[in-house]
Nanobody
Framework: QVQLVESGGGLVQPGGSLRLSCAAS???????????MGWYRQAPGQEREMVAT???????NYAEFVKGRFTISRDNADNMLYLQMNSLTPEDTAVYYC??????????WGEGTLVTVSS
């Protein structure tokens, strides 16, 4: 059973930065074997949306609204997924979720971490 635990959320002023982390456990090996990992977010009253993903081969994909501002990365040795978020705006306020797609095509989600961008 894979467990994903996010951290790093909080309150930040517009224009600021945050780094989200996702610790994966119960993986029976490195997260490098996961087909894909990613970050999604859900703002109040809105549907969950993709923010950024990274495949087992290291290919990244970003939502248009974060391109040039956010960077997804992965540390296979420590089973960690990261999301560096720069130039944050109030529109980035949401709960951010870590996601993993295993080789057997099981989907796992973390509980989420709240990011609030406000002055």
């Amino acid at each position: 059973q894979v467990q994903l635990v996010e951290s790093g959320g909080g309150l930040v002023q517009p224009g600021g930065s945050l780094r989200l982390s996702c610790a994966a456990s119960g993986t029976s090996g490195s997260i490098s074997r996961f087909n894909r990992m990613g970050w999604y977010r859900q703002a109040p009253g809105q549907e969950r949306e993709m923010v950024a993903t990274i495949t087992s081969g290291g290919r990244t994909n970003y939502a248009e609204f974060v391109k040039g501002r956010f960077t997804i990365s992965r540390d296979n040795a420590d089973n960690m997924l990261y999301l560096q978020m720069n130039s944050l705006t109030p529109e980035d306020t949401a709960v951010y979720y870590c996601h993993a797609l295993t080789p057997m095509f099981f989907n796992y989600w973390g509980e989420g971490t709240l990011v609030t961008v406000s002055s």
